[in-house]
T-cell receptor, first 111, second 113 residues
């Protein structure tokens, strides 16, 4: 069964304290791995797509990496405005119309 | 572009009533998705359309749920009759291409009492 597991469930950081979020996946052929950010009361906002092991993408303080079994979202010197829930999702090769989401990591960055 | 537009933003209804949720995708996007989000189960795909045709409805919980896409600019999700366990946030999303990033709407928060 295709599955996505994110850890930790919640993370509290001080402003400027770098850390990483983990996304482990089990899928019958990976078409793509996606990272989204979700703010309270809003829909998920697309951040990155990764397609193959070794690929990396960056956007401001965020950097996403991909291996054959997991992805990391590295947050460098976070700011309070980075506080949100970060969702990981995969699309299996067998059903490329489908996004399977993890439960998310809720990040709180304190000033 | 205004993005994916959903209405209403909030819906409170009594058990047994029919509920209709509406979605306008981004113009030109060929794929439309309906997701449901709860604390217990996270984001779950209910159904998706390609060029207005339902492709995968395996996530629709039961016969009480139905979705249609009569044209490229509109879709609705109906629940009849509604039950308290249907309470959740329902998201619509659209995409230009299969396997690419989706754009989500702001969601409809449904409460069935």
């Amino acid at each position: 069964e295709d599955q996505v597991t994110q850890s930790p469930e919640a993370l509290r950081l001080q402003e400027g304290e770098s850390s990483s979020l983990n996304c482990s996946y089990t899928v019958s052929g990976l078409r793509g791995l996606f990272w989204y950010r979700q703010d309270p009361g809003k829909g998920p906002e697309f951040l990155f797509t990764l397609y193959s092991a070794g690929e990396e993408k960056e956007k401001e303080r965020l950097k996403a990496t991909l291996t054959k079994k997991e992805s990391f979202l590295h947050i460098t010197a976070p700011k309070p405005e980075d506080s949100a829930t970060y969702l990981c999702a995969v699309t299996p090769s067998s059903n490329t119309g489908k996004l399977i989401f993890g439960q998310g990591t809720t990040l709180q960055v304190k000033p | 572009d205004a993005g994916v537009i959903q209405s209403p933003r909030h819906e409170v209804t009594e058990m047994g009533q029919e509920v209709t949720l509406r979605c306008k995708p981004i113009s030109g996007h060929d794929y439309l998705f309906w997701y449901r989000q709860t604390m217990m189960r996270g984001l779950e795909l209910l159904i998706y359309f390609n060029n207005n045709v339902p492709i995968d409805d395996s996530g629709m919980p039961e016969d009480r749920f139905s979705a249609k896409m009569p044209n490229a600019s509109f879709s609705n999700l109906k629940i009849q009759p509604s039950e308290p366990r249907d309470s959740a946030v329902y998201f619509c999303a659209s995409s230009l291409e299969r396997g690419r990033g989706y754009t989500f709407g702001s969601g409809t928060r449904l409460t069935v009492v």
